[in-house]
């Protein structure tokens, strides 16, 4: 030996050869217990000799629940992995490769796991004396594959069941895949159709890369919108929307998604649109009739041609309701009646009630029409508007109503003529012998041969003679009447005829005059006796309507091509419900009289191509006047 070593003694090598032996186990328990994996040891009957930390922090059992306790008996696994691990464990004693077994492993608190386990074979000197099982848990791999499938599940029946036909095709324009709704719009069946070219289905023939510049630039990234007409596989086309999207997979570009919709209807419907469009347009363009379309907001969305033409503003006149009504109808207060009017048609044409209106427009230039308008409620909440000049109707109306009037005077003024012609001559002679009798008697009475009988007798004879004078006067009326001829007009000055007229009748004291007449008056072209005489009647009737004294103003004037001559009195006035008879013959309001004045007035009037017109208030007075032209009749 050499000096300072001492020889080993075997005992003290034994004894650190089993140290060392105690410290590597326990280093190997110790790496087991923190081992991120799970592991379990059974003897070779399947129970359970040892488990490590991992096993219990994901099985929730502890090792004093499970060690001693035959694994395949605790009810953590599935009758069917049971007898799958009874299989693995007989095929490790038959030296039999290893394989990786997917299983679900039931945890202490009830739910189930994913694991993957691989059994070894433990051997003592040689000997197999149990197995060794490490698992781990995959369940949330589990979970994202089964995630995955569903996903893929749902885009398959998405794919297969969407109502626009679907088509997947690669980088290089081929066709992978269609779906079912492809497979309908374009005739194609899905095994005929993949690997063929997109081109297939493109028209015309002269735009065959098409779809290849569209597919190259949805795989630039880009998405992909237009609409196009497509080819089917008997040869006939489709309107259809086409609808491209980039499939990336990896950041790369590695096909395409193509959509298409089909839009012939819509197509159809948008050029039954168009062509319902362009008739619409040239029937509101060429329509007589006036045309507005208001949105329900107020604002004027347009105006046709006619009107421009009718009203004289255009959409930038009238851009708001608030602009046409204070436009239209400038006055305040009427303005106030016909927008109440509008809103009332409104809501009437909302329930399909609507009616005509009329309502008097001011247009651009000052002039006024008289305007039917109709509004229609359309199912977007906007207004069509139709508006209807009538100001040329309603003048040819009136003025034929007129003449309708003038033509039934007439013929009633005819009629009267010519019976008072007749009738007139045969009353003078009786009334003749009437006065010759009462001037008879009157001789005798003034002899007192019949004074002494009869006292009251000088007043009968009054009585009667009145009478008489009045039937005369009556007569002489109608047969004035009868005897109006067609006027022999000249030159007269206006101021002569009423100072002549004025000569012929006496004023009462009580009555105040006023006589204005304009010293610039032009000439008239009458007939100066005839205007005299409607002069005289209508001071006459001023003067009987103010018994009890009053104001009588006559007033001239020049109007365009007339000259007016107004009567202005103070008196008792017109009954409204009458004003419009006063002018009939033999309409009469007074006492004692046959209503031939007025109506012989106004024939004269009429005559010399004027005319005569009332105003009255009860109670307040009443204005004649009358319109004398002044150029030749």
């Given at each position: 030996?050499?000096?300072?070593?001492?020889?080993?003694?075997?005992?003290?090598?034994?004894?650190?050869?089993?140290?060392?032996?105690?410290?590597?186990?326990?280093?190997?328990?110790?790496?087991?217990?923190?081992?991120?994996?799970?592991?379990?040891?059974?003897?070779?009957?399947?129970?359970?000799?040892?488990?490590?930390?991992?096993?219990?922090?994901?099985?929730?059992?502890?090792?004093?629940?499970?060690?001693?306790?035959?694994?395949?008996?605790?009810?953590?696994?599935?009758?069917?992995?049971?007898?799958?691990?009874?299989?693995?464990?007989?095929?490790?004693?038959?030296?039999?490769?290893?394989?990786?077994?997917?299983?679900?492993?039931?945890?202490?608190?009830?739910?189930?796991?994913?694991?993957?386990?691989?059994?070894?074979?433990?051997?003592?000197?040689?000997?197999?004396?149990?197995?060794?099982?490490?698992?781990?848990?995959?369940?949330?791999?589990?979970?994202?594959?089964?995630?995955?499938?569903?996903?893929?599940?749902?885009?398959?029946?998405?794919?297969?069941?969407?109502?626009?036909?679907?088509?997947?095709?690669?980088?290089?324009?081929?066709?992978?895949?269609?779906?079912?709704?492809?497979?309908?719009?374009?005739?194609?069946?899905?095994?005929?159709?993949?690997?063929?070219?997109?081109?297939?289905?493109?028209?015309?023939?002269?735009?065959?890369?098409?779809?290849?510049?569209?597919?190259?630039?949805?795989?630039?990234?880009?998405?992909?919108?237009?609409?196009?007409?497509?080819?089917?596989?008997?040869?006939?086309?489709?309107?259809?929307?086409?609808?491209?999207?980039?499939?990336?997979?990896?950041?790369?570009?590695?096909?395409?998604?193509?959509i298409y919709s089909d839009i012939t209807e819509r197509k159809q419907a948008e050029e039954e649109l168009r062509r319902a469009k362009e008739q619409f347009q040239?029937?509101?363009?060429?329509?007589?009739?006036?045309?507005?379309?208001?949105?329900?907001?107020?604002?004027?969305?347009?105006?046709?041609?006619?009107?421009?033409?009718?009203?004289?503003?255009?959409?930038?006149?009238?851009?708001?309701?608030?602009?046409?009504?204070?436009?239209?109808?400038?006055?305040?207060?009427?303005?106030?009646?016909?927008?109440?009017?509008?809103?009332?048609?409104?809501?009437?044409?909302?329930?399909?009630?609507?009616?005509?209106?009329?309502?008097?427009?001011?247009?651009?230039?000052?002039?006024?029409?008289?305007?039917?308008?109709?509004?229609?409620?359309?199912?977007?909440?906007?207004?069509?508007?139709?508006?209807?000049?009538?100001?040329?109707?309603?003048?040819?109306?009136?003025?034929?109503?007129?003449?309708?009037?003038?033509?039934?005077?007439?013929?009633?003024?005819?009629?009267?003529?010519?019976?008072?012609?007749?009738?007139?001559?045969?009353?003078?002679?009786?009334?003749?012998?009437?006065?010759?009798?009462?001037?008879?008697?009157?001789?005798?009475?003034?002899?007192?041969?019949?004074?002494?009988?009869?006292?009251?007798?000088?007043?009968?004879?009054?009585?009667?003679?009145?009478?008489?004078?009045?039937?005369?006067?009556?007569?002489?009326?109608?047969?004035?009447?009868?005897?109006?001829?067609?006027?022999?007009?000249?030159?007269?000055?206006?101021?002569?005829?009423?100072?002549?007229?004025?000569?012929?009748?006496?004023?009462?004291?009580?009555?105040?005059?006023?006589?204005?007449?304009?010293?610039?008056?032009?000439?008239?072209?009458?007939?100066?006796?005839?205007?005299?005489?409607?002069?005289?009647?209508?001071?006459?009737?001023?003067?009987?309507?103010?018994?009890?004294?009053?104001?009588?103003?006559?007033?001239?004037?020049?109007?365009?091509?007339?000259?007016?001559?107004?009567?202005?009195?103070?008196?008792?006035?017109?009954?409204?419900?009458?004003?419009?008879?006063?002018?009939?013959?033999?309409?009469?309001?007074?006492?004692?009289?046959?209503?031939?004045?007025?109506?012989?007035?106004?024939?004269?009037?009429?005559?010399?191509?004027?005319?005569?017109?009332?105003?009255?208030?009860?109670?307040?007075?009443?204005?004649?006047?009358?319109?004398?032209?002044?150029?030749?009749?």
């Open positions: 030996m050499a000096r300072g070593k001492r020889a080993s003694n075997p005992s003290t090598l034994v004894e650190l050869g089993v140290k060392e032996l105690k410290q590597s186990v326990k280093r190997l328990q110790a790496l087991m217990d923190e081992a991120p994996i799970g592991i379990c040891n059974t003897d070779l009957k399947g129970k359970i000799t040892y488990v490590n930390k991992r096993f219990e922090e994901v099985s929730g059992y502890s090792r004093e629940e499970v060690v001693g306790k035959n694994g395949l008996k605790l009810g953590i696994l599935s009758n069917e992995t049971v007898r799958l691990l009874a299989k693995r464990m007989k095929d490790r004693l038959m030296e039999r490769p290893p394989r990786i077994l997917e299983m679900q492993f039931k945890c202490k608190d009830g739910h189930w796991i994913w694991v993957a386990i691989e059994g070894k074979l433990i051997r003592e000197q040689g000997i197999p004396v149990g197995f060794q099982i490490i698992s781990r848990d995959i369940t949330g791999h589990k979970q994202a594959e089964e995630t995955l499938k569903r996903q893929e599940v749902y885009f398959q029946q998405l794919f297969d069941d969407c109502p626009d036909a679907i088509a997947l095709l690669d980088t290089t324009d081929r066709f992978v895949n269609v779906n079912k709704a492809f497979e309908a719009l374009f005739g194609y069946r899905a095994e005929e159709i993949k690997g063929r070219p997109i081109n297939d289905i493109v028209v015309p023939e002269d735009h065959m890369e098409e779809a290849s510049v569209l597919s190259q630039a949805v795989l630039s990234g880009a998405v992909m919108r237009k609409e196009a007409v497509r080819r089917r596989k008997d040869g006939s086309v489709v309107d259809v929307s086409t609808l491209g999207y980039p499939i990336q997979f990896d950041n790369k570009m590695v096909g395409v998604y193509a040239a029937l509101v363009e060429e329509s007589p009739l006036g045309v507005s379309v208001i949105r329900k907001d107020g604002c004027y969305q347009y105006v046709n041609p006619k009107f421009v033409e009718m009203f004289g503003y255009t959409l930038e006149d009238v851009a708001t309701g608030r602009e046409w009504f204070a436009k239209a109808c400038p006055d305040p207060e009427y303005r106030k009646q016909v927008i109440s009017c509008w809103v009332t048609e409104l809501q009437r044409a909302k329930r399909g009630e609507g009616r005509r209106q009329t309502f008097t427009v001011t247009c651009k230039d000052g002039s006024e029409k008289l305007i039917y308008f109709r509004p229609v409620t359309l199912e977007t909440g906007d207004h069509f508007v139709i508006y209807e000049d009538i100001t040329e109707r309603k003048r040819a109306e009136e003025a034929l109503k007129e003449a309708q009037e003038r033509l039934i005077r007439s013929e009633k003024l005819a009629a009267i003529g010519q019976l008072a012609s007749g009738v007139g001559h045969e009353l003078r002679n009786p009334l003749a012998a009437i006065k010759n009798a009462v001037l008879y008697v009157r001789r005798k009475v003034a002899k007192s041969e019949l004074s002494a009988t009869e006292p009251k007798v000088l007043e009968f004879l009054d009585i009667i003679d009145e009478e008489v004078n009045s039937s005369n006067k009556v007569i002489t009326d109608l047969l004035s009447f009868a005897r109006v001829a067609k006027p022999t007009v000249s030159l007269v000055n206006v101021a002569s005829i009423i100072k002549d007229a004025l000569n012929h009748v006496a004023t009462p004291e009580n009555v105040s005059l006023t006589i204005d007449v304009d010293p610039g008056l032009p000439m008239v072209m009458v007939d100066g006796a005839q205007i005299r005489q409607v002069f005289i009647n209508a001071i006459l009737n001023a003067l009987e309507a103010m018994p009890e004294g009053g104001r009588l103003e006559i007033r001239a004037r020049s109007k365009a091509e007339f000259v007016t001559v107004g009567f202005a009195d103070t008196g008792c006035g017109i009954p409204e419900s009458v004003t419009d008879k006063i002018f009939d013959p033999l309409f009469t309001t007074k006492p004692k009289g046959i209503g031939l004045g007025l109506a012989m007035c106004k024939s004269i009037m009429e005559g010399h191509g004027g005319d005569i017109g009332v105003k009255s208030k009860e109670g307040k007075g009443t204005t004649f006047t009358l319109s004398l032209p002044t150029r030749v009749v």
